[in-house]
Structure formats: C-alpha cells, structure tokens
C-alpha cells in the first residue's frame, strides 16, 4: 500500500496557470511505478461533491486520457518520463475552478475513468484558489 502526494497548488488570478504533482510516499518509487496505474485528478468545492477532471492510464495501444468537459482545453494531464509522476497543467483558470485537488490511481492495463470509486489510492489534497 503506498500514499499519493500532491503538491503545486496555491492562489492564482483569473486567467493564471498552475502545475500540479502527483507522486508515490515511498521513497524508493521503482518500487511503485505509476506506469502500471492509472492515474486520475480530482476536485471538490465547498459544498459540491467531488469531481474528475482528468484521467490518464498506459495501454497496450498507447497513452489513454480523458478530460472533464470543463477543464476540456484547459487542463492538460501527463507523465514525468520517469513515470514516477503524474501531472496536471492547468491553463486560463477561472473563479470556479477553486477547489481542493487530489490525485487518485488505480493497478490496471485499462483504460481509465473519472469515476472516484473506482480508485483506491489517495493523496491528502491541494487547495487550488483562483481570485482576484
């Protein structure tokens, strides 16, 4: 059982872009390649529930993503090289995209899904505000 970490949130204004990383608690990430995971983005605003927003996984056939249809444009999910971690490129953010950010994944050779309860590890969260 490893943790996911994230980290790159903070307070951006309107039209501004953050990076957002995801990576393994253990030290040793070799141990862990991300590659055999899918690897999905999330987030919750108060009082609304909790949202995918992009999704990316290694197939057989290539590199599956998919997008939420609002970030779709926007925000761009990757992967380090390494395969060590996962990305989120988030582009011309808007007042309602503020939220808390996790990063979700899941063993598998599939494709993925922005459903969160098909995910079963977790990180803590990134507080994402965009403001003026």
């Known amino acids: 059982q490893f943790l996911l970490v994230e980290s790159g949130g903070g307070l951006v204004q309107p039209g501004g872009s953050l990076n957002l990383s995801c990576t393994t608690s253990d030290r040793t990430l070799a141990s862990y390649p991300l590659a055999s995971y899918a690897v999905a983005w999330f987030r919750q605003a108060p009082g609304n529930g909790r949202e995918g927003v992009a999704c990316t996984s290694i197939r057989s056939t290539g590199i599956n993503t998919k997008y939420a249809d609002s970030v779709n444009g926007r925000f761009t999910i990757s992967r380090a090289n390494a395969k060590t971690s996962v990305y989120l490129q988030m582009n011309s953010l808007k007042p309602e995209d503020t939220a808390v950010y996790y990063c979700?994944?899941?063993?598998?050779?599939?494709?993925?899904?922005?459903?969160?309860?098909?995910?079963?590890?977790w990180g803590q969260g990134t507080q994402v505000t965009v403001s003026t």
């Open positions: 979700a994944a899941r063993n598998t050779s599939g494709p993925c899904t922005t459903s969160d309860t098909w995910y079963d590890h």
